[in-house]
């Protein structure tokens, strides 16, 4: 999955000619080794359970700690399946492996093969767009068009309106620890193959990217009485 120019999100065949598309093929390899320390991960459910209005995740990564709020009205259900992720410790051990300086870092494929065969054939409807722009910071789901978000997701290290249009609706903002992420190294920039990546999982990212930065946790950290984060950062 791979956004335009981006090559960070899996567009549609009308972009494809414009921007570099990641191609996924087959489904995951079942026998392939998982990643050292594997954790147990929750499924997808077919339509993830509703989430808060409003919440925070702090992700702890090999650069730093930064945080993420997430507004669920932006993106309901991108919102839902994010939180959905987080709590079922999904992103946890998962690489950045794509990092394009002055544009984007994308993440969201996991360690362990067998998840990652489970989670990437739960797509999501697309959700209405709200208006909210893909700035620096914005947080938003990598796409291969309508109606194919799963896990992959994107952070803006730039302010990117170009991609408003693409159907690239953000669902969350990083509220403290940008410098972290701005961090997160570039060393191997898009060279990481996805379709390894999602047979292999870790196992082939240790061994031929080995200063790939990485998540090592992301747990909600906090939502009010209301089920709502802090409103003044709305």
Same mark, same amino acid.
């Given at each position: 999955?791979? @956004?335009? /120019?981006?090559?960070?999100?899996?567009?549609?065949?009308?972009? =494809?000619? =414009? +921007?570099? +598309?990641?191609?996924? +093929?087959?489904?995951? #390899? /079942? $026998?392939?080794? =998982?990643?050292?320390?594997?954790? /147990?991960?929750?499924?997808? $459910?077919? %339509? @993830?359970?509703k989430g808060p209005e409003s919440y925070r995740v702090k992700? +702890? %990564?090999?650069c730093g700690d930064f945080v993420v709020e997430v507004t669920r009205k932006w993106a309901p259900r991108g919102a839902d399946r994010f939180h959905e992720a987080v !709590?079922?410790?999904?992103? #946890?051990?998962?690489? *950045? *492996?794509?990092?394009? @300086?002055n544009f984007v870092v994308q993440f969201g494929i996991n360690g362990d093969p067998k998840v990652q065969r489970k989670w990437r054939l739960a797509n999501l409807k697309d959700d209405p767009a709200a208006g909210k722009s893909n700035l620096k910071g914005m947080v938003t789901f990598a796409t291969?068009? =309508?109606? !194919?978000? !799963? !896990?992959?997701? *994107?952070?803006?290290? $730039?302010d990117n309106a170009r991609l408003d249009g693409m159907g690239f609706s953000p669902f969350a903002r990083i509220v403290s620890g940008m410098e972290a992420v701005d961090k997160i190294t570039s060393e191997y920039g898009e060279r990481p193959q996805q379709p390894l990546i999602e047979q292999q999982g870790n196992v082939y990212l240790e061994k031929e990217f080995p200063n790939m930065d990485y998540v090592k946790t992301a747990k909600v950290e906090a939502t009010d009485k209301d089920g709502k984060a802090d409103k003044t950062q709305n």
């Open positions: 999955n791979q @956004p335009e /120019e981006i090559g960070m999100t899996k567009f549609t065949s009308v972009l =494809a000619a =414009a +921007v570099l +598309v990641a191609v996924l +093929v087959g489904a995951a #390899d /079942e $026998k392939k080794p =998982a990643a050292k320390g594997a954790k /147990e991960v929750a499924a997808p $459910k077919p %339509t @993830p359970p992700f +702890v %990564t090999s !709590t079922g410790g999904f992103y #946890d051990e998962c690489r *950045f *492996f794509r990092v394009v @300086p291969a068009g =309508a109606n !194919t978000r !799963t !896990t992959q997701l *994107f952070i803006s290290l $730039k």
